[in-house]
């Protein structure tokens, strides 16, 4: 079956990094995609990576790993505004999104 | 400004009502999906459409219904067939191109049912 897999929740301090890791089993794989949503908020795209690497934006970066089925996201330099939900969802052999149960991220001062 | 309005926003609906759920896009996009939020869950997909006229089911469509008579609307019909309605439903379109599955949510709608 197809399943992902993400940590429920984790807690930061502001000013820190912290990794979210995500593991996804699919059926095909046409690329990762992470989103950020506030608490009763829409979700918000973040990133997505098809190929092997890390990819930066700013204070946020995504790594993929295909061949482990694996990827992370990095926040740095944590604002208290990063308190959110962030999920993780992988795009399968017919494009649809597999979206995992998102990790709420705490952010403490 | 473009975006994707979804109304209402909360909605509180009696057992054996039927209730619809309204998505009006101006992003001129041709995909549009549903999908339902539960806590502890992730995001699943009701219904969605990649043009007008055209609809297909997705993972939990039993007990909804949806239609595609415009582009820009996508409603959804939550109807008494569905058996635990309770729950935060998004609608989404999705940009064309190289990144499929970059999706722009609308602000969702919350249904509770007393």
């Known amino acids: 079956g197809q399943n992902i897999d993400q940590p429920t929740e984790m807690t930061a301090t502001e000013g820190a990094i912290v990794q979210i890791n995500c593991t996804y089993q699919t059926s095909g794989f046409n690329g990762l995609f992470w989103y950020q949503q506030h608490a009763g908020e829409a979700p918000t795209f973040l990133s997505y990576n098809v190929l092997d690497g890390l990819e930066e934006k700013g204070r946020f970066s995504s790594f993929l790993s295909r061949s482990k089925g694996y990827s992370y996201l990095l926040l740095k330099e944590l604002q208290m505004k990063d308190s959110a939900s962030y999920l993780c969802?992988?795009?399968?052999?017919?494009?649809?999104?597999?979206w995992g149960a998102g990790t709420k991220l705490i952010i403490k001062p | 400004d473009g975006g994707i309005t979804q109304s209402p926003k909360y909605l509180f609906r009696k057992e054996g009502q039927n209730v619809t759920l309204s998505c009006e896009q101006n992003?001129?996009?041709?995909?549009m999906y549903w999908y339902r939020q539960d806590p502890g869950q992730g995001l699943r997909l009701i219904y969605y459409s990649q043009i007008v006229n055209d609809f297909q089911k997705g993972d939990i469509a039993e007990g909804y219904s949806v239609s595609r008579e415009k582009k820009e609307s996508f409603p959804l019909t939550v109807t008494s067939a569905q058996k635990n309605p309770t729950a935060f439903y998004l609608c989404a379109t999705e940009e064309p191109g190289l990144e499929a599955g970059e999706l722009f949510f609308g602000e969702g709608s919350r249904l509770t049912v007393l």
């Open positions: 992003l001129n996009h041709d995909a």
């Open positions: 969802a992988a795009s399968d052999s017919n494009y649809q999104l597999i």
